[in-house]
């Protein structure tokens, strides 16, 4: 079988980690361009890969079969449109656009071309969170009552003040939208049922941008469970940690990670602790490598994209998470704003750039 030839479009911080998990996918992919408005970012990745300024010369004269998205967001929508009416299967960073109906557009325009995009919604790649979901979906822990999740994400002055598009409006959004939207994909991925309403509060207490380094939210399920948000980049960039935890009558699951390691905390309903029991269980699955999924999940995420280009199926963060999870996002933005629950999925189109002017 030929190789899938891919080109990544924007050589910054995370494209990295694409150049990494695209090495790990050798024997079924390879890199064949960069692009970038800047030459010296494109070489700094790798100074041998032919270079594209423009990102349609290069879908146009390359066509490639996969296109990784990995410029500022506020760009996504356009390149991601473009790629695929030009036949490419996309991994798209999150999120996946700015707007709600921008992102229900990208997601219906991959049902109408077939083509596969794959988010970067990182937590849904981690070790064991597959095997959660699977059990909490056949019922093993019963009914969900709640769950939530904090992301405290510290970023200080040095990362805003890297690149002029950080914590805008129009380009990023804050806390919320960049580091918190694959958590709060993860908790409604797992906790299985569908968002009907959500209250949300944003605040800046700490970094000096137009967006919230501050947000909390409730989002109501339809099945009556509550699931609670809190993100943040104010807290120490020297302890950064994220965790998620599942409520069920049967049991509880916890997961997450504190200065880069991880941290497990399964129980079941007489309180047993069943850690080890998902962790073998990881390992028969994946292997003993699986377990180390967290330290680059792109990696998997490149993995799972090939293999639902040849066998056809839909990758596990699939264009239906990147939609879902902007609209939530922006129901929490719109409720902020407007003082007042919102329902979801949202009745019209809002955009991270209504919020301008919110924090004034
Ligand atoms: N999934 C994850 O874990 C994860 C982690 C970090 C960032 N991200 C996402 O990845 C995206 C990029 O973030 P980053 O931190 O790497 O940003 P960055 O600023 O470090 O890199 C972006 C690059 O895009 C280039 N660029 C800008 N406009 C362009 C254009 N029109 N055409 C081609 N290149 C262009 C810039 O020159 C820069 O090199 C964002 O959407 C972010 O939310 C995801």
């Known amino acids: ?9 924007g050589c910054g911080r995370v494209a990295v980690k694409h150049m990494k998990a695209i090495s790990k996918n050798s024997d ?7 692009v970038d408005v800047s030459e010296e970012a494109a070489k700094r990745l790798s100074p041998d890969t032919p270079y594209y300024k423009d990102y349609k010369q290069a879908i146009t004269e390359v066509k490639p079969d996969i ?7 506020g760009l996504h929508y356009e390149i991601a449109r473009f790629a695929m009416e030009n036949g490419c299967h996309l991994l798209l960073e999150k999120p996946m656009t700015m707007s709600s109906d921008q992102s229900r557009q990208i997601y219906e325009l991959s049902l ?18 597959g095997l959660v979901r699977e059990d909490i979906r056949e019922g093993r822990f019963g009914k969900v009552t709640h769950g939530s999740i904090y992301v405290r994400w510290g970023h200080g002055d040095d990362y805003y003040g890297s690149a002029s598009w950080r914590g805008t409006w129009k380009s990023d959004g804050g806390a919320l939208m960049n580091q918190t939207i694959h958590a709060i994909d993860l908790l409604v991925w797992l906790m299985g ?15 000096n941008i137009e967006a919230e380094d501050l947000g909390m939210a409730v989002i109501r399920m339809d099945d ?3 699931a609670s948000v809190e993100g943040t980049t104010c807290t120490s960039d020297k302890d950064k940690a994220a965790e998620f935890s599942v409520f069920c009558e049967n049991g509880v699951i916890s997961m997450g990670i504190r200065q880069g390691k991880p ?5 079941g309903r007489s309180g047993k602790k069943l850690n080890l029991h998902y962790v073998l269980r990881q390992i028969k699955k994946g292997g003993l490598k699986s377990l180390l999924g967290a330290l680059n999940p792109h990696t998997a995420i490149y993995t799972d994209l090939i293999d639902s280009i040849d066998n056809d199926h839909q990758p596990v963060a699939d264009a239906y998470s990147g939609y879902t999870s902007v609209d939530n996002l922006m129901g929490i933005y719109k409720s902020s704003k407007l003082g007042e629950e919102v329902r979801l999925p949202l009745d ?7 919020m301008e002017g919110y924090f004034k």
């Open 1 to 9: 079988m030929e190789k899938l030839r891919i080109i990544i479009i």
């Open 67 to 73: 296109v990784a998205v990995t410029v500022p967001s």
């Open 193 to 207: 049922s569908k968002p009907v309403s959500c209250v949300g509060m944003i605040s800046q207490r700490r970094a």
């Open 263 to 267: 941290k497990l905390n399964i129980v």
């Open 224 to 226: 009556g469970s509550l």
């Open 28 to 34: 079924r992919a390879e890199l064949v361009a960069l």
């Open 112 to 129: 109408k071309t077939g083509r596969k995009i794959a988010m970067g919604h990182i937590y849904r790649y981690f070790p064991i969170v």
């Open 348 to 354: 019209e189109d809002f955009s991270s750039i209504d």
